[in-house]
């Protein structure tokens, strides 16, 4: 069975500091998603990734995958406030369709 | 439509009632999935279409829960004898499935379900 693991699963950081959230899974996999929530609101997708060494840019974060290490990461610019959510992880496996997500990490960005 | 779109909203029902919940995708979207997320935690894998079939219905819970796809669109989500357990957010999603293409998964709104 799948299992995804995120940390940390909280995270609280100031404005203007950097900091990186992983995504650890246990089988094999060369489809890794990223997806911010908003409190309330639904699943709105950032980056995906689709191969190993994939590294996506978009604004302050930037996500990358290493299907070796079965590790995923998302890293965090110079946070603001406008990031705080949760974000997850969602593996999806070679031989089906289906996406197994993690626990989310809640992030608070703090003045 | 433009987005995923779902129905309703919110549900609230009392313990032993019928529920169905509806999922209208993205158009032209084949493939289509219903997860259930409780407070705090991700999103748990229920079912998945590809066009009218059921390409995988390893998470439903129990036999309480069914859901179709008649015509390869419109899907509803089928609760029987519905359990105070079974209250949490029914979210939707469909996609263009190509694994060559990235075929990410894009989400509807999501139905509350309260079981009192």
């Known amino acids: 069975e799948l299992k995804v693991e995120q940390n940390p699963l909280f995270l609280s950081m100031q404005e203007g500091k950097n900091y990186t959230i992983y995504c650890n899974y246990s089988?094999?996999?060369?489809?890794l998603y990223w997806y911010r929530q908003d409190p309330g609101k639904s699943l709105e997708s950032l980056f995906v990734l689709l191969s190993n060494g994939a590294v996506k840019q978009e604004g302050r974060l930037m996500a990358s995958l290493d299907t070796k290490a079965r590790l995923s990461t998302l890293h965090i610019t110079a946070a603001v406030h406008d990031l705080s959510a949760t974000y997850f992880c969602?593996?999806?496996?070679?031989?089906?369709?289906?996406?197994?997500f993690g626990e989310g990490t809640q992030l608070t960005v703090n003045p | 439509g433009a987005g995923v779109s779902q129905t309703p909203s919110n549900k609230v029902t009392e313990k032993g009632k019928y529920v169905e919940l509806r999922c209208d995708p993205i158009s032209g979207h084949t493939a289509l999935y219903w997860y259930r997320q409780s407070l705090g935690q991700g999103p748990e894998f229920l079912i998945y279409f590809q066009g009218t079939g059921a390409a995988d219905d390893s998470g439903l819970p129990n036999d309480r829960f069914f859901a179709v796809r008649p015509e390869g669109s419109v899907s509803t989500l089928k609760i029987q004898r519905t359990e105070r357990g079974d209250s949490a957010v029914y979210l939707c999603a469909s996609s263009d499935y190509n694994r060559g293409l990235g075929g990410e998964l894009f989400f509807g709104e999501g139905s509350r379900l309260t079981v009192l």
């Open positions: 969602a593996v999806q496996e070679t031989s089906g369709s289906r996406l197994t």
């Open positions: 089988t094999t996999s060369d489809r």
